[in-house]
């Protein structure tokens, strides 16, 4: 039943503007796309969706044909991920796919594109577990032990904290990940982790976990989780009189975080992929012009992952001149100081690419800028 559905989504989008046709045509290539567009992580989905529009705009073509593209929603499950994975590979007969945003799903995808040699490039899926081991399982993004090490630095450098209180979601392999190597820096560094709590995704009452927060009075509070657990433990510790900074990872920023969090939200402090004060490359400049022509508003890192996911895995069609698996994972592993729209990129080992990072935080209801940290 589950892959009729999935198959039924298939149909239906082909139908759409910019999802392509069924079949591959002799003047066609097809991309597969797998992504949350429904459930608890769809903000992710949707934003990078959103952005890989924009970029199948910008380059439509790829070795003198179209490009066709197939979406199916994984409706924030593993198991969704796994069989919209398998359609893309057997039925869809892809050349590369796109997806998932987080790292459970794409690890559950990412066993059947490797088993059949279709190179996959995740937008945003940051575990290193992700990527460890394969050879066609590419991303977008920074990998976690990149992300916790400069938290943590941050922390202690720019926030002057000493110690910390860590609130972890053990429902996802990325929180867990984060906290692991937050924490490992930041007592590396001098600092001394408190209290360390637990959460579960949906979750909506944290008391537990803050009266421990509470009880210890940290200089800070590292909270590596999505965006709606985020907001509500943000509006809980603060009607609490918990006055510390929270920070996060990149798993928050989304708008969602400030609809939801509101004033409680205000100096969250991200590590993050782009910002668009950050971006420096004319792929950037055309992509955010293009985006806001479209849709009124800045694009952000999500829709900015979503693109570049896009963008290196045409570039890699592009230079492998086939559309064999094996050539366009020797593309995708030699890229070299890509232009990216969030910044230039150099494929690392076991497909992680070497870039920089962003420091934002909340201010006035937006994601402002604060720094960047260089590779």
């Known amino acids: 039943m589950k892959k009729r559905g999935l198959l039924l989504l298939v149909l239906t989008l082909s139908l759409l503007p910019g999802t392509g046709s069924l079949a591959l045509a002799s003047d066609t290539i097809k991309i597969g796309l797998y992504l949350p567009m429904t459930g608890g992580v769809a903000a992710y989905g949707e934003m990078e969706w959103a952005g890989i529009q924009i970029a199948r705009d910008m380059e439509p073509q790829v070795l003198g044909k179209k490009i066709d593209l197939v979406l199916l929603d994984t409706k924030s499950d593993k198991i969704e991920a796994t069989n919209a994975m398998t359609l893309l590979v057997e039925k869809e007969k892809v050349v590369g796919i796109i997806g998932e945003a987080i790292s459970g799903n794409t690890m559950a995808g990412n066993r059947i594109s490797e088993a ?197 895995l045409v570039d890699a069609v592009r230079r492998a001149g086939s559309t064999e698996g094996a050539g366009i994972r020797d593309a995708l592993a030699s890229t070299k100081d890509f232009k990216g729209v969030s910044g230039t990129i150099t494929m690392g080992e076991e497909g992680n690419p070497i870039k920089s990072m962003v420091i934002l935080k909340v201010a006035n209801g937006k994601f402002v800028y604060v720094t960047t940290i260089n590779p």
């Open 116 to 312: 059949a040699g279709i190179p996959s490039v995740s937008p945003s899926a940051t575990s290193v577990l992700v990527n460890q081991g394969k050879k066609f399982a590419f991303r977008a993004c920074f990998i976690d032990p990149l992300q916790g090490e400069v938290a943590a630095r941050f922390a202690v450098n720019n926030l002057k904290a000493k110690t910390a209180a860590v609130i972890i979601d053990n429902a996802q392999d990325y929180c867990v990940g984060l906290a692991k190597f937050f924490e490992t820096e930041f007592v590396k560094l001098g600092g001394k982790v408190l209290s360390k709590t637990y959460i579960q995704t949906g979750d909506q009452d944290f008391s537990a976990q803050l009266s421990s927060v509470q009880a210890v009075k940290p200089d800070i509070i590292y909270a590596p989780n999505y965006y709606t657990e985020d907001a509500l433990l943000a509006k809980q510790a603060r009607d609490l009189g918990i006055v510390c900074p929270i920070l996060t990872g990149d798993g928050a920023q989304a708008d969602t975080l400030i609809q939801v969090g509101g004033k409680a939200v205000e100096d969250m402090y991200f590590t993050a992929h782009f910002h668009k004060d950050a971006a420096t490359t004319d792929r950037a400049a055309e992509f955010m012009k293009r985006y806001k022509e479209k849709h009124n508003k800045e694009a952000d890192a999500f829709h900015a992952l979503g693109a570049d996911a896009y963008f290196l």
